[in-house]
Protein backbone atom coordinates (compact mmCIF):
# COMPACT_ATOMS: atom_id res chain seq x y z
CA UNK A 1 0.00 0.00 0.00
CA UNK A 2 1.44 3.49 -0.97
CA UNK A 3 0.58 6.15 1.13
CA UNK A 4 -2.00 8.69 1.17
CA UNK A 5 0.15 11.67 1.84
CA UNK A 6 3.27 10.85 0.25
CA UNK A 7 3.62 8.16 -1.95
CA UNK A 8 5.81 6.19 0.43
CA UNK A 9 5.54 2.49 1.21
CA UNK A 10 3.20 2.03 3.74
CA UNK A 11 3.01 -0.56 5.95
CA UNK A 12 -0.39 -2.45 7.81
CA UNK A 13 -0.60 -2.22 11.46
CA UNK A 14 -2.49 -4.71 13.36
CA UNK A 15 -3.33 -4.20 17.31
CA UNK A 16 -5.29 -4.95 20.16
CA UNK A 17 -7.58 -2.02 21.13
CA UNK A 18 -11.28 -1.42 22.64
CA UNK A 19 -14.04 0.12 20.91
CA UNK A 20 -17.32 1.63 22.33
CA UNK A 21 -20.36 1.06 20.77
CA UNK A 22 -23.77 1.93 22.46
CA UNK A 23 -22.34 2.19 25.73
CA UNK A 24 -20.75 -0.96 25.89
CA UNK A 25 -16.59 -1.83 25.29
CA UNK A 26 -15.74 -4.43 22.99
CA UNK A 27 -12.21 -5.48 22.34
CA UNK A 28 -11.10 -5.67 18.68
CA UNK A 29 -7.84 -5.92 16.55
CA UNK A 30 -7.47 -2.40 15.10
CA UNK A 31 -6.06 -2.24 11.59
CA UNK A 32 -4.36 1.08 10.19
CA UNK A 33 -1.18 1.91 8.06
CA UNK A 34 1.64 3.93 8.59
CA UNK A 35 3.97 5.20 6.32
CA UNK A 36 7.61 4.09 6.38
CA UNK A 37 8.69 7.50 4.96
CA UNK A 38 6.60 10.60 6.43
CA UNK A 39 4.94 8.34 9.34
CA UNK A 40 1.90 9.15 8.77
CA UNK A 41 -0.63 7.13 9.67
CA UNK A 42 -4.33 6.15 7.57
CA UNK A 43 -6.74 3.87 7.38
CA UNK A 44 -9.04 2.86 4.16
CA UNK A 45 -12.66 2.36 3.88
CA UNK A 46 -11.88 -1.68 3.42
CA UNK A 47 -9.92 -2.16 6.99
CA UNK A 48 -12.48 0.64 8.60
CA UNK A 49 -15.59 -1.72 7.61
CA UNK A 50 -13.50 -4.47 8.75
CA UNK A 51 -13.07 -3.34 12.65
CA UNK A 52 -16.26 -1.94 12.98
CA UNK A 53 -17.31 -5.51 11.50
CA UNK A 54 -15.67 -7.07 14.54
CA UNK A 55 -17.77 -4.81 16.85
CA UNK A 56 -21.00 -5.23 15.19
CA UNK A 57 -20.52 -9.35 15.39
CA UNK A 58 -19.43 -9.54 19.24
CA UNK A 59 -22.47 -6.88 19.77
CA UNK A 60 -25.02 -9.56 17.99
CA UNK A 61 -22.82 -12.64 19.73
CA UNK A 62 -23.54 -11.06 23.03
CA UNK A 63 -26.83 -10.08 22.81
CA UNK A 64 -28.31 -13.33 20.50
CA UNK A 65 -29.13 -10.99 17.52
CA UNK A 66 -29.51 -13.05 14.48
CA UNK A 67 -26.95 -12.68 12.29
CA UNK A 68 -27.91 -10.56 8.28
CA UNK A 69 -27.75 -14.34 6.63
CA UNK A 70 -30.08 -15.73 8.81
CA UNK A 71 -32.54 -12.95 8.39
CA UNK A 72 -32.50 -13.33 4.77
CA UNK A 73 -32.41 -17.15 5.09
CA UNK A 74 -35.58 -17.16 7.38
CA UNK A 75 -37.54 -15.33 5.21
CA UNK A 76 -36.75 -17.15 1.96
CA UNK A 77 -38.15 -20.13 3.79
CA UNK A 78 -41.11 -18.11 4.98
CA UNK A 79 -41.63 -17.19 1.18
CA UNK A 80 -41.59 -13.68 2.14
CA UNK A 81 -40.52 -10.44 0.91
CA UNK A 82 -38.51 -7.44 3.43
CA UNK A 83 -41.42 -5.17 3.11
CA UNK A 84 -43.87 -8.28 4.18
CA UNK A 85 -41.84 -9.35 7.21
CA UNK A 86 -41.08 -5.44 8.34
CA UNK A 87 -45.26 -5.25 8.02
CA UNK A 88 -45.81 -8.62 10.28
CA UNK A 89 -42.68 -7.90 12.69
CA UNK A 90 -44.21 -4.43 13.43
CA UNK A 91 -41.02 -2.73 11.94
CA UNK A 92 -40.77 0.28 9.63
CA UNK A 93 -41.48 -0.39 6.03
CA UNK A 94 -37.85 -0.98 5.34
CA UNK A 95 -36.56 -1.73 8.23
CA UNK A 96 -35.77 -5.80 7.75
CA UNK A 97 -34.18 -5.11 4.39
CA UNK A 98 -31.81 -2.65 6.80
CA UNK A 99 -30.98 -5.21 8.75
CA UNK A 100 -30.64 -8.19 5.98
CA UNK A 101 -28.13 -5.71 4.57
CA UNK A 102 -26.16 -4.84 8.15
CA UNK A 103 -27.48 -2.39 10.44
CA UNK A 104 -27.49 -3.61 14.30
CA UNK A 105 -30.79 -3.84 15.74
CA UNK A 106 -31.43 -2.61 19.29
CA UNK A 107 -31.19 -5.35 21.93
CA UNK A 108 -35.26 -5.18 22.40
CA UNK A 109 -35.69 -5.74 18.08
CA UNK A 110 -32.76 -8.39 18.55
CA UNK A 111 -34.93 -10.29 20.98
CA UNK A 112 -37.44 -10.05 18.89
CA UNK A 113 -35.74 -10.95 15.79
CA UNK A 114 -34.50 -14.33 17.38
CA UNK A 115 -38.30 -15.34 18.09
CA UNK A 116 -39.28 -15.05 14.45
CA UNK A 117 -37.23 -18.38 13.72
CA UNK A 118 -39.70 -20.86 15.79
CA UNK A 119 -42.75 -21.16 13.20
CA UNK A 120 -44.78 -21.49 16.11
CA UNK A 121 -43.52 -18.04 17.56
CA UNK A 122 -43.79 -16.14 13.84
CA UNK A 123 -47.50 -17.73 13.39
CA UNK A 124 -48.61 -16.01 16.73
CA UNK A 125 -47.30 -12.45 14.92
CA UNK A 126 -48.99 -13.23 12.11
CA UNK A 127 -52.60 -14.00 13.94
CA UNK A 128 -51.76 -10.89 15.87
CA UNK A 129 -52.38 -8.83 12.64
CA UNK A 130 -54.82 -11.08 10.90
CA UNK A 131 -57.01 -8.41 10.01
CA UNK A 132 -54.59 -6.42 8.27
CA UNK A 133 -52.86 -9.44 6.10
CA UNK A 134 -54.86 -9.20 3.00
CA UNK A 135 -52.93 -12.51 2.14
CA UNK A 136 -52.82 -13.98 5.81
CA UNK A 137 -54.33 -17.10 4.06
CA UNK A 138 -51.37 -17.51 1.99
CA UNK A 139 -49.23 -17.01 4.14
CA UNK A 140 -50.59 -19.52 7.46
CA UNK A 141 -51.05 -22.20 5.35
CA UNK A 142 -47.21 -21.77 3.89
CA UNK A 143 -45.77 -21.75 7.55
CA UNK A 144 -48.45 -24.64 8.48
CA UNK A 145 -46.89 -26.90 5.62
CA UNK A 146 -43.51 -26.34 6.35
CA UNK A 147 -42.06 -29.76 8.02
CA UNK A 148 -39.31 -27.86 9.96
CA UNK A 149 -40.69 -26.04 12.70
CA UNK A 150 -37.20 -25.00 14.38
CA UNK A 151 -33.81 -22.97 12.65
CA UNK A 152 -31.09 -22.91 15.74
CA UNK A 153 -29.85 -19.47 15.86
CA UNK A 154 -25.24 -20.89 16.17
CA UNK A 155 -22.80 -18.16 14.77
CA UNK A 156 -20.48 -16.86 17.12
CA UNK A 157 -17.04 -16.19 17.81
CA UNK A 158 -15.79 -20.05 17.55
CA UNK A 159 -17.84 -20.56 13.79
CA UNK A 160 -16.45 -17.07 12.30
CA UNK A 161 -19.79 -15.54 12.79
CA UNK A 162 -21.09 -17.73 9.95
CA UNK A 163 -23.59 -20.49 10.08
CA UNK A 164 -22.28 -23.74 9.73
CA UNK A 165 -22.75 -25.00 6.01
CA UNK A 166 -21.98 -27.88 5.60
CA UNK A 167 -22.28 -27.85 1.77
CA UNK A 168 -19.95 -25.62 1.57
CA UNK A 169 -17.44 -27.05 4.00
CA UNK A 170 -17.83 -29.80 1.31
CA UNK A 171 -17.00 -28.27 -1.63
CA UNK A 172 -14.44 -26.40 0.20
CA UNK A 173 -12.65 -29.69 0.52
CA UNK A 174 -13.34 -30.33 -3.20
CA UNK A 175 -11.38 -27.64 -4.11
CA UNK A 176 -8.33 -27.93 -1.68
CA UNK A 177 -8.10 -31.55 -2.40
CA UNK A 178 -6.42 -30.47 -5.67
CA UNK A 179 -3.62 -29.38 -3.79
CA UNK A 180 -4.11 -31.49 -0.61
CA UNK A 181 -5.17 -35.19 -0.81
CA UNK A 182 -4.24 -36.55 2.48
CA UNK A 183 -6.14 -35.70 5.64
CA UNK A 184 -3.11 -34.05 8.00
CA UNK A 185 -2.56 -31.76 4.83
CA UNK A 186 -6.07 -31.46 4.12
CA UNK A 187 -6.87 -30.16 7.51
CA UNK A 188 -4.28 -27.78 7.82
CA UNK A 189 -5.27 -26.28 4.34
CA UNK A 190 -8.62 -25.66 5.64
CA UNK A 191 -7.59 -24.28 8.77
CA UNK A 192 -5.99 -21.67 6.83
CA UNK A 193 -8.09 -21.27 3.99
CA UNK A 194 -11.39 -20.20 6.85
CA UNK A 195 -9.03 -17.90 9.61
CA UNK A 196 -7.77 -16.07 6.44
CA UNK A 197 -10.49 -15.18 5.16
CA UNK A 198 -11.62 -14.05 8.64
CA UNK A 199 -8.77 -12.19 8.96
CA UNK A 200 -9.35 -10.40 5.86
CA UNK A 201 -13.21 -9.90 5.68
CA UNK A 202 -14.47 -10.28 9.38
CA UNK A 203 -15.67 -13.47 8.29
CA UNK A 204 -15.17 -17.47 7.84
CA UNK A 205 -15.88 -19.58 5.07
CA UNK A 206 -17.66 -22.71 6.30
CA UNK A 207 -18.43 -21.55 9.54
CA UNK A 208 -16.97 -24.80 11.24
CA UNK A 209 -15.09 -24.99 14.50
CA UNK A 210 -11.36 -25.92 14.46
CA UNK A 211 -9.79 -27.33 17.42
CA UNK A 212 -6.15 -27.44 18.57
CA UNK A 213 -4.53 -30.93 18.75
CA UNK A 214 -1.49 -32.71 18.75
CA UNK A 215 -1.17 -32.63 14.81
CA UNK A 216 -2.56 -28.72 14.53
CA UNK A 217 -5.42 -27.09 14.04
CA UNK A 218 -8.17 -29.24 12.72
CA UNK A 219 -12.14 -29.26 11.78
CA UNK A 220 -13.98 -30.10 15.38
CA UNK A 221 -14.82 -33.93 15.14
CA UNK A 222 -12.99 -34.04 11.51
CA UNK A 223 -13.35 -37.87 11.14
CA UNK A 224 -16.98 -38.07 11.49
CA UNK A 225 -17.88 -34.99 8.90
CA UNK A 226 -15.12 -36.98 6.75
CA UNK A 227 -17.48 -39.82 7.16
CA UNK A 228 -20.43 -37.79 6.31
CA UNK A 229 -18.84 -36.32 3.30
CA UNK A 230 -18.17 -39.46 1.72
CA UNK A 231 -21.77 -40.92 3.04
CA UNK A 232 -23.31 -38.03 0.76
CA UNK A 233 -20.89 -38.59 -1.79
CA UNK A 234 -19.28 -35.67 -2.23
CA UNK A 235 -15.69 -37.29 -1.93
CA UNK A 236 -13.98 -40.59 -1.58
CA UNK A 237 -10.76 -42.10 -0.14
CA UNK A 238 -8.73 -44.75 -1.54
CA UNK A 239 -5.49 -46.28 0.71
CA UNK A 240 -2.11 -45.60 -0.70
CA UNK A 241 0.63 -47.58 0.24
CA UNK A 242 4.02 -45.03 1.38
CA UNK A 243 6.85 -45.98 3.19
CA UNK A 244 5.60 -49.72 4.34
CA UNK A 245 2.13 -47.55 5.56
CA UNK A 246 -1.55 -47.19 4.06
CA UNK A 247 -2.92 -43.78 3.84
CA UNK A 248 -6.15 -42.49 2.87
CA UNK A 249 -5.82 -40.39 -0.25
CA UNK A 250 -8.77 -38.46 -0.92
CA UNK A 251 -10.47 -37.46 -4.33
CA UNK A 252 -13.84 -35.58 -5.19
CA UNK A 253 -17.02 -37.19 -6.50
CA UNK A 254 -18.17 -33.77 -7.70
CA UNK A 255 -17.43 -31.06 -9.33
CA UNK A 256 -16.75 -27.70 -7.25
CA UNK A 257 -19.68 -25.88 -7.00
CA UNK A 258 -17.79 -21.58 -7.50
CA UNK A 259 -21.41 -20.36 -7.06
CA UNK A 260 -21.62 -20.61 -3.16
CA UNK A 261 -18.34 -18.75 -2.76
CA UNK A 262 -17.49 -15.19 -3.31
CA UNK A 263 -14.54 -13.80 -4.98
CA UNK A 264 -13.11 -13.15 -1.55
CA UNK A 265 -13.47 -16.15 -0.22
CA UNK A 266 -11.90 -18.36 -3.36
CA UNK A 267 -8.95 -15.60 -2.84
CA UNK A 268 -8.47 -16.88 0.08
CA UNK A 269 -8.54 -20.57 -0.82
CA UNK A 270 -6.28 -19.69 -3.57
CA UNK A 271 -4.04 -18.21 -1.50
CA UNK A 272 -3.70 -20.97 0.81
CA UNK A 273 -3.24 -23.40 -1.87
CA UNK A 274 -0.38 -21.19 -3.28
CA UNK A 275 1.40 -20.88 0.16
CA UNK A 276 1.39 -24.55 1.06
CA UNK A 277 1.57 -26.43 -1.93
CA UNK A 278 5.53 -26.96 -2.40
CA UNK A 279 5.42 -27.77 1.33
CA UNK A 280 5.60 -31.31 3.01
CA UNK A 281 3.45 -32.24 5.52
CA UNK A 282 5.60 -31.96 8.20
CA UNK A 283 6.68 -28.70 7.23
CA UNK A 284 3.24 -27.71 7.00
CA UNK A 285 2.75 -29.11 10.47
CA UNK A 286 5.65 -27.26 11.88
CA UNK A 287 4.02 -24.10 10.64
CA UNK A 288 0.68 -24.51 12.46
CA UNK A 289 2.37 -25.18 15.39
CA UNK A 290 4.22 -21.75 15.36
CA UNK A 291 0.56 -20.32 15.20
CA UNK A 292 -0.96 -19.01 18.68
CA UNK A 293 -4.15 -20.05 17.38
CA UNK A 294 -2.35 -23.62 18.25
CA UNK A 295 -0.23 -22.63 20.82
CA UNK A 296 -2.77 -21.11 23.48
CA UNK A 297 -5.21 -24.36 22.57
CA UNK A 298 -3.19 -27.19 22.16
CA UNK A 299 -3.09 -28.19 26.13
CA UNK A 300 -6.55 -28.56 26.26
CA UNK A 301 -7.79 -29.54 22.90
CA UNK A 302 -9.95 -26.60 22.93
CA UNK A 303 -12.16 -25.01 20.13
CA UNK A 304 -10.13 -21.87 18.71
CA UNK A 305 -11.97 -18.57 18.73
CA UNK A 306 -11.78 -17.00 15.38
CA UNK A 307 -12.24 -13.10 16.82
CA UNK A 308 -9.05 -13.79 19.20
CA UNK A 309 -6.56 -15.69 16.65
CA UNK A 310 -7.03 -15.12 13.15
CA UNK A 311 -5.82 -11.26 13.22
CA UNK A 312 -2.37 -13.39 14.39
CA UNK A 313 -1.70 -15.85 11.62
CA UNK A 314 1.96 -15.99 11.08
Request: hydrophobic share 35%.
Amino acid sequence: MNCAYCNGKAELIIKKTKKIFRKEEFEIFEHYYKCQKCSKEFTTDEIDNLDVLQVYNQYREKYSIPFPEQLTSIREKYNLSAAKMSEIIGFGPNQYRLYESGDVPSESQGALLGMIFKVDNFIDLINKRKSQLKDYEKIINHLKSMKEKEVLISPNQNTGYKVPSLEKFANIVIYLTTAAEFQVRLNKFLFYSDFLCYKNTGYSISGYNYKAIQWGPVPDQYGTVFDLLKQLKFINEEPILYRGEYYGKLFPLKHFNKSLFTEKEIDCLNLVITKLKNKSRKEIVDLSHKEPAWIHNQKLHSIISYQKYAFLLK
